[in-house]
Nanobody, 124 residues
């Protein structure tokens, strides 16, 4: 069973950047993928990006395409999400999640493991 722990959130000013980290404890790799979502108060959980652990398949959500970059370091069992040009509307709890790489990447219900989330707050 994989456990996911996010870090790197905080309070930043509009226009700044953040790099979020997701450390995976347990078995990752073959036919598995990691994704990033966010959820603002009163809103649905929103897909941001996904990356396979064992190949270069990457997907991005439409709302953040061009401002985020997902990457991984298999040696460290860590997935990163770089978010640039932050806006106040990016304020949310950011979650890391795991799924089978054959599962639909955009829908949160297809992810079987979730971290506790890390808060990102962007001030104007």
């Amino acid at each position: 069973q994989v456990q996911l722990v996010e870090s790197g959130g905080g309070l930043v000013q509009a226009g700044e950047s953040l790099r979020l980290s997701c450390l995976a404890f347990g078995r990752t790799g073959s036919r598995q993928a990691a994704g990033w979502f966010r959820q603002a108060p009163g809103k649905e959980r929103e897909f941001l990006a996904s990356i396979n652990w064992d190949d270069d398949t990457i997907y991005y959500g439409d709302s953040v395409r061009g401002r985020v970059t997902i990457s991984r370091d298999n040696a460290k069992n860590t997935v990163y999400l770089q978010v640039n040009s932050l806006k106040p509307e990016d304020t949310a709890v950011y979650y890391c999640a795991g799924r089978s790489s054959s599962a639909w990447y955009r829908d949160a219900k297809f992810y079987h493991t979730w971290g506790q989330g890390t808060q990102v707050t962007v001030s104007s």
